[in-house]
């Protein structure tokens, strides 16, 4: 079963202006990783955050990380038609040692142009 | 291209019918993973090897399920008497075990499999 809960599921906006999608967990974990998945296509890797940082950032993106409510959040700034695609944030666990990788259910981003 | 490969990219069964998907990870990579997906959906964990080494299945990968990683490059798996329910996309990912902390996973196209 799936750790992870994204929310929303489903978000809708216009070209330029900012996404949020948010991340919950239950374990806890090592680091937190998002994902972008185009519409039938593989995972493109976008940015991990580890388990002792609170804020990254990478080129458009930003992602923090609250480890005391077992939360994350994506920030896409001035969205593209070409960010519309489904996020998945993943966790690995600490106490896993696969190092497997706990998905959520995603979040659907739809960016109009 | 360096990245994970996977064949076939789709894949097209009747019932019943065995079928084996390919994955090559990057070469240096010495960890893959098996993740299947279906439709609205997040992956879910298969199976894990290190190098030639199957460390770890999960409880979805049933008896009718193997997968084998030979000389702990390239993986194939394959699914016996193939039911609808199995119809899914499945993704293979590898990543480097390292003396860092962190282990990033880079994930192949996938092989989307619909049994009829």
């Known amino acids: 079963s799936q750790q992870g809960e994204e929310d929303p599921q489903a978000l809708s906006i216009q070209e330029g202006e900012n996404a949020t999608m948010n991340c919950s967990y239950k374990t806890s974990i090592n680091n937190l990783q998002w994902y972008r998945q185009n519409s039938g296509r593989g995972l493109v890797h976008l940015i991990l955050i580890r388990s002792n940082e609170r804020e990254k950032h990478s080129g458009r993106l930003r992602v923090t990380l609250d480890t005391s409510k077992k939360s994350s959040s994506l920030l896409i700034t001035a969205s593209r038609a070409a960010d519309t695609a489904s996020y998945f944030c993943?966790?690995?666990?600490?106490?896993?040692?696969?190092?497997?990788?706990?998905f959520g259910s995603g979040t659907r981003l739809l960016v109009r142009p | 291209d360096t990245g994970v490969s996977q064949n076939p990219r789709h894949k097209i069964t009747k019932r019943g019918q065995n079928v084996t998907f390919r994955c090559d990870p990057i070469?240096?990579?010495?960890?893959l993973y098996w993740y299947r997906q279906t439709l609205g959906q997040g992956p879910e964990f298969l199976t894990y090897?290190?190098?030639?080494?199957?460390?770890?299945k999960s409880r979805l990968l049933s008896d009718r399920f193997s997968a084998e990683r030979p000389k702990g490059s390239f993986s194939t798996l394959e699914i016996q008497r193939t039911e609808q329910g199995d119809s899914a996309m499945y993704l293979c990912a590898s990543s480097l075990k390292g003396v860092s902390s962190y282990n990033e996973q880079f994930f192949g196209p996938g092989t989307r499999l619909t049994v009829l």
């Open positions: 090897f290190q190098n030639e080494a199957q460390l770890e």
């Open positions: 070469s240096e990579h010495n960890r």
């Open positions: 993943a966790t690995e666990n600490r106490m896993d040692s696969s190092y497997k990788l706990i």
